[in-house]
């Protein structure tokens, strides 16, 4: 399939021993001139980038406090450096949480310390050079953001946020990865990721209502536009074409058709997720989030509700208040925003939706907590809410339900390898080598508990899924959306039903 | 009043100003930096009390790292908690008539310095053995742990083994409280313990001593997880919105 070997799944995880150097080949594909100066970065690379990315630095320090604190209270513990799938996955030492983040402090070291500008062997502080911008290049595109590392760390030392700073350390000085920056320009310019203009998306929606009436006879609506709903659903735009994702789709819209409330879809803010984070890139972040807000007054909604996307929700959840608030024109009695998990939670909590779980009974489920909604995030009222509420909504609509190990789900949760911007071809070896962890804990329940499929509430797992499953011999459609599971369930009041036919024709 | 205890007394009024100093401007610049998002590791707390208790587990019991890693948790937790009751115990140097309780931990204190040092040897060994951790060391990290190994090994000699004068220690450290020089004895370990605590003081705000600050300014840690109902806006975040 590749030239590369899948690692193997053991019976029990092992830390691997150091290989060193044998992930610095993996790097992905550079952003064209275009597409960087349309984010407002340089085309290539300047001529004086190695000042620039110090200027860069100073200046990303003294707006995150997190990187200042991040990059000087770091003892070398080495309570990180079994946590990162990647490292587990490829062997490299780099990418140990602390040798990824020792690539920027090393320079942060040489030249804005005492220690380092004196004494740099003792300190094991470098100049920045080309070699140590490759490394950046090439490691700070090996961390999917997950924040795995983070629980552990006695300081709550957040690799993420050491990658986030040196990706947009990266863009200043004119070094973009294609994949994330392209991305961001189309969700900027069209309104979502893939970039997909109105006339298709209506297309696209015309055609899932007119599938889901003959599948259930319900006209289930798929609205668009629509002025004057009550809720907004901003959900990732994989959800419209690609599997699993849209059997996602198809599940919130049976929910909010059970529910009874209006809703719609924004042509405008046709995109859950947002890249800029990736990127680290606050200003980029808010302009993708404000078409959110401006998608919300034009349509007079009185409700923001979230689909299922890992970062989108973190973004969502964390950040978006901050970004485009205050939301003082929608409904204060209802979290802005809310997650569509949340939203189905809640009519399940009041009786409000009549399932039949012998329709999922051919499966039996496990489910994968996406490492943004586990880590960087919370549904309900509750703390931990993240976990219970997805494995609730399970349980409603499934009758044979596992978890995987503690030690790969909860806050522990392995990301799926494919995170973080990193989902996409030219990164493969490093994302298929990084799905082993979640791989082998998936083993462990497909052989002692007969799991057959995982649920996702996240469009990036669920793609990655899709994808690696199949290196390690499970089938790609094992994965599936926790609202699929909702979907295939949910018993539609409105359904002409079976038993009504058959009446019908025993009294004729 | 002999050159040497001059010299001493310059060398740590030298040492607590640039402690002093350094660690004022790190803990200013912590506090002055804005973190313009909410980024708790979650599941966290969702409200201030929430958030101490958090911290407060974290600093007393190094919950995250115990999460971890259990050797470096015990070694790591060793050297600390001896490391507190050691320092508690040498108050009685900085005091004419010393509190109760600073009389009362002294066995303590004493029998900690045991704790303290097999911790620090535990952690220097990790570093040694483990090839991952041998791999994330620099040459400071290794010479941080001896500077404390070798600190605590000469202050245990003097406890346990060859006394010094303790009561012309306790003299000339009372002096200096008061900017006055009295005499210090001139027995080589104890100038080698006091020497080297000079110097880790002096390297303390410049090195990844600042852990100490550090810890009860992670946004990680430290920040309420609530988002959704209070709006988290720093000063150069509003200034985009103008």
């Known amino acids: 399939m590749a030239d590369f070997e899948t690692p193997e799944l053991r019976e029990y995880p092992i830390i691997p021993k150091l290989k060193e150097g044998v992930m610095e080949h993996s790097k992905p594909y550079v952003a064209k001139v275009q597409f960087q100066e349309a984010l407002g970065f340089p085309g290539e690379l300047v001529d004086n980038w190695e000042e620039k990315a110090l200027e860069k630095l100073d200046d990303l320090r003294g707006r995150y406090r997190s990187l200042q604190v991040y990059l000087d209270s770091c003892v070398k513990c080495g309570a990180c450096t079994d946590k990162c799938h990647y490292y587990l996955g490829t062997s490299d030492p780099k990418n140990m949480p602390v040798a990824r983040q020792d690539l920027l402090r090393q320079v942060y070291r040489r030249y804005r310390t005492f220690a380092g500008k004196y004494f740099p062997k003792l300190v094991g502080a470098k100049d920045l050079t080309k070699d140590v911008l490759d490394d950046w290049y090439s490691y700070f595109h090996q961390c999917s953001q997950c924040r795995r590392c983070s629980v552990y760390c006695p300081y709550g030392i957040d690799t993420a946020e050491i990658s986030m700073a040196a990706r947009e350390i990266m863009d200043t000085i004119g070094v973009g990865q294609k994949y994330c920056n392209e991305i961001i320009g189309k969700a900027a310019t069209v309104g979502n990721n893939l970039g997909l203009p109105e006339p298709a998306l209506a297309d696209t929606l015309e055609g899932l209502e007119e599938e889901v009436e003959e599948d259930t006879g319900v006209p289930v609506k798929f609205p668009l536009d629509q002025k004057g709903a009550e809720i907004l659903l901003v959900t990732p735009s994989a959800d419209f074409f690609a599997e699993p994702h849209v059997d996602g789709l198809i599940g919130y819209a049976k929910v909010f058709h059970e529910a009874g409330v209006s809703w719609t879809m924004s042509s405008y ?239 004729a | 009043m002999s050159a040497l205890s001059v010299t001493y007394a310059i060398l740590f009024y030298a040492a607590t100003l640039l402690l002093v100093v350094g660690l004022v401007r790190k803990i200013a610049l912590y506090a002055r930096t804005p973190a313009p998002l909410k980024i708790p590791t979650t599941p966290a707390p969702v409200n201030r009390t929430g958030v101490v208790l958090r911290m407060v587990q974290e600093v007393v019991l190094f919950t995250s790292l115990f999460k971890a890693t259990k050797w470096t948790w015990l070694f790591g937790w060793l050297f600390h908690l001896g490391l507190l009751l050691v320092l508690l115990r040498h108050l009685r140097y900085f005091q004419a008539e010393t509190w109760f309780w600073v009389d009362l931990i002294q066995p303590f204190g004493k029998y900690a310095s045991y704790a303290m040092v097999v911790g620090l040897l535990g952690l220097f060994a990790r570093r040694i053995f483990v090839d991952r951790v041998r791999y994330i060391s620099a040459p400071s990290d290794y010479l941080m742990l001896l500077l404390l190994i070798v600190i605590g090994i000469s202050g245990m000699l003097m406890t346990f083994v060859t006394h010094t004068d303790i009561v012309m220690v306790k003299g000339f450290f009372l002096g200096l409280l008061r900017f006055s020089i009295e005499p210090l004895p001139s027995d080589l370990l104890l100038l080698t313990h006091l020497t080297l605590v000079a110097l880790l003081m002096i390297i303390f705000p410049i090195s990844k001593l600042l852990h100490a600050p550090g810890v009860f300014f992670s946004p990680s840690r430290n920040q309420v997880d609530n988002p959704r109902e209070k709006r988290h806006l720093a000063p150069w975040a509003a200034d985009l919105e103008k």
């Not at chain 1, 401006?294 to 909604?301: F, I, Q």
């Not at chain 1, 009519?347 to 012998?358: E, H, N, Y």
């Not at chain 1, 931990?384 to 494995?391: K, S």
């Open chain 1, 269 to 507: 803010a046709s995109e859950a997720a947002n890249f800029g984070m990736f990127i680290g890139s606050y200003e980029n972040m808010r302009n993708l989030s404000l078409r959110i807000r401006k998608a919300a007054e034009d349509l007079g909604v009185k409700r923001i509700v979230f689909g299922e996307c890992g970062h989108a929700w973190r973004v969502a959840y964390s950040f978006l208040n901050t970004l485009a608030g205050p939301f003082d024109f929608l409904d204060p009695n209802y979290p802005v925003p809310q997650h569509i998990c949340e939203f189905t939670y809640d009519l399940i909590q009041k009786d409000k939706l009549k399932f039949d779980k012998s329709e999922n009974d051919h499966m039996t489920l496990t489910f994968h907590d996406s490492c943004n909604v586990a880590r960087a995030s919370r549904m309900g009222d509750k703390a931990g809410g993240q976990f219970d509420i997805p494995r609730a909504i399970i349980r409603a609509a499934c009758n044979n339900f596992v978890d995987m190990p503690a030690d790969a789900i909860g806050e522990a949760t392995f990301c799926c390898g494919g995170g973080g911007g990193l989902l996409t071809d030219d990164l493969m070896e490093l994302r298929v080598k990084g799905a082993q962890p979640r791989m082998e804990a998936y083993k462990r329940v497909v052989e002692d508990n007969g799991v057959t499929n995982v649920a996702a509430i996240c469009a990036i797992c669920k793609s990655q899924f899709t994808k690696v499953l199949p290196y390690y011999g499970f089938g790609m459609t094992d994965i599936v959306s926790v609202h699929q599971l909702v979907s295939e369930a949910l018993i539609l009041s409105d359904a002409p039903s079976d038993d009504t036919e058959s009446n019908a024709e025993a009294e």
